[in-house]
């Protein structure tokens, strides 16, 4: 191995310009050069020893190393000749610093606690950045100086997780608290402190995700690929991510484990989808300091729901050529574009006051804050009583009671046979279809289609009476008793004693499949609501020419006679041809005036 006055005389001797290398220069060829050994070898014949020092570099590499380290290729051979016996062979010191895993396992080794790891996080800026600081004022130039030091993980992609310093600054003139990806500041209205994440061009490298531990940007970023595309849950992300690292190397007496929870996983998607949105907006994104992290980011959630809402998806505008028909008439292009809207049922816990949107504290409360006091109150429909005990969910009526007690034993039943659910209905359905042959799946199919055609016509003559029609469920209980003198009586009452879950997802996709967008309708698919979720989205963007729903007759009643002008303008402005389908099941109908298409079964386009 060379030492630096014999590289310097070597290079002198070779190109005579050793005072106009740099340090920098002469490190990045001794790094660069090091990683493209195999393709220098490579291009020397086949009887060449492979541990002998190459005496010439080929010309592809002094040209990539002219351009990688800036120099002519005069000094790229001088460095060569200086250079090729510690790039060739290397020593311990080199091999220790060469690449990101051996430096890691240089500063294991000789680290100790002060330098654990070769990753130290620290705050983007040495500097305040508060305009309204005493110190940025009078631009005295004082570099933040009060650190406080934790130990703390970092879950990196290609080693795992490491054991990290991470540094926060306070800055004396103004009090704000800087840490690695946000600043910590005192909201002069509210006087509540509150977390800004730094506004800049690239988004950080680092999430923080729990006081000690952190992730990179792009180990998030495959987690959200992964539950997006392939459907992984965070648990499972973590256990992949867990089986993969099994061996973490920490010091002896390091407070901080590595576990990788998976609520990490969900705030991490969590930060790194918000700070994409208001990277996009060019807005600040910025969360209450002083809150439970697992509700830290619910309002900027709520935030950027409410502005999909009201803007619509990225995507909201989408047209291709799956999805676009373009028909040529008397020397004119027509081009003909649907949607479909259905609902997913995918509830999740909601209030169970009807229509309420308030959020729960919790999945395991039954109502949300404002209804809070519905605790208290019997879950039977109807009964207005006070619960008979704390913990209840009836009132002093024996029959309520013996209701709650019907429903209990129902939720054990379910338990015992492993969660599976049988409802009343199902239930009713297996007594009527006691010693009888299985029925066949085309019976099955023809029967389902009989209740479908039986629940329209109800619709229509609800519809013509003039009542709010709903296509979905009250989400209520079933439950029957008996009296309480055992009796062989029996009474059906309506209650709510579970939590209620929304009704569905509601969504408007393109025929290519491309959502447009997305609504929760909380206790029902009103055809109302569909009318609303349908004008909002294309209230402001191309509408569609027809819009197809399946129960499009009574919503087009519904469109054509509602008694706001605006509601009818809107839905008469879209296109009024005619489109023809054939089905399995039914004949279709022809629609004029109003694009709404109804649709049963299978169905082409008829050309």
Known sequence: MSTLLQAARTITEVSGNVAGILVSQLVAFLMV??????????????????????????????????????????????????????????DKVLRGVEHDKALQQTFQKHGGELYPSFRSLWPPFPFCINPNCKYVINSNGRKLQRAI?????LYTANMGPIPVRTHQFTCDGCGFVYHPDYYVQTDPETDKRRRIYYNKEELPEVLQVSTHHFIETVLVRMWRSNMVHAWVSASNCARVYEDCWPDVALPLDWTVDAILRYEYVYDGFKILSLLEFHRRRQSVFYVPQSIEQSHRFDDAMEEMNQHIKRHGQPEIDHRCDKCVRHLFKDSKVLEVFAVIC????????CCGVPHCEGRLVSNRNAFCETHADKNMVCRVKGCTQLIHAEGAKACTNPEHQAAEKRYTEAGTARS????????????????????????????QLKQR????????????????????????????????????????KSKTLRAQFGRRRTHNEQLIIAPCGMVLSRETFFHSEAFSAVARFFMSTFENHRKPNHFIFDSNCILSKHVRNHKDERVRTFFEMLASQSMFFTSKASILTRTSGVGLSVIHGNFRTVK
């Open 416 to 443: 015992l046979n492993g969660g599976r659910m049988f409802c009343r209905t199902t239930c009713r359905s297996l007594n009527r279809t006691a010693g009888t042959e299985p029925r066949t799946a085309a019976f």
């Open 149 to 153: 030091e934790h130990e703390g993980i």
């Open 33 to 90: 050069s090091s990683r493209i050994k195999n393709n220098i070898l490579l291009l020397y014949p086949s009887n060449y020893n492979p541990s002998t020092v190459p005496p010439l570099l080929p010309d592809e590499s002094i040209a990539f190393l002219q351009r990688t380290c800036n120099l002519n290729k005069e000094a790229v051979e001088a460095c060569w000749d200086a250079l090729k016996e510690d790039v060739w062979h290397g």
């Open 449 to 488: 289609y009989e209740r479908a055609r039986r629940a329209d016509e109800a619709a229509n003559v609800e519809w013509d009476q003039g009542e709010e029609l709903d296509t979905g469920s009250d989400a209520m209980y079933d439950a029957i008793v008996e009296d309480s003198t055992n009796k062989r």
């Open 342 to 349: 259905d609902g997913v049922t995918v509830g999740r816990p």
